[in-house]
């Protein structure tokens, strides 16, 4: 069982940075195998793709909301998935999710593709 926790959300201000964290666990799979994405979804709003890359880490895919102030990046010896997020803005205010899927080569903006979850950690954007 693959089991994905997140970690690092907060209430900052515009222009401030964050960095998430999302910690992959479960040794039926290897993390290495594994394509990773960020999803995020604000209140009373549909669940939307904001960064993902491949599992060798050598190819991403951003949302044209966060290109330039977002990145995403892994680390395969330590099990994690980290999206920095710079000059946050209000509209970025939203639970962010990580997600997980082994068949996946490419990065994949469709949730759909994804089969592994996190629970979400929230990050809110104001004055």
């Known amino acids: 069982q693959v089991t994905l926790v997140e970690s690092g959300g907060g209430s900052v201000r515009p222009g401030d940075s964050l960095r998430l964290s999302c910690a992959f666990s479960g040794r039926a799979r290897a993390f290495s195998m594994y394509a990773m994405g960020w999803f995020r979804q604000a209140p009373g709003r549909e669940r939307e793709f904001v960064a993902a890359?491949?599992?060798?880490?050598?190819?991403?895919e951003y949302a044209d909301s966060v290109k330039g102030r977002f990145t995403i990046t892994r680390d395969n010896a330590e099990n994690m998935v980290y999206l920095q997020m710079n000059n946050l803005k209000p509209d970025d205010t939203a639970i962010y999710y990580c997600?997980?899927?082994?068949?996946?080569?490419?990065?994949?903006?469709?949730?759909?593709?994804?089969?592994?979850w996190g629970q979400g950690t929230q990050v809110t954007v104001a004055s």
């Open positions: 890359l491949s599992w060798s880490g050598g190819t991403t």
């Open positions: 997600a997980a899927e082994r068949n996946l080569v490419a990065p994949s903006r469709f949730q759909n593709t994804y089969n592994d």
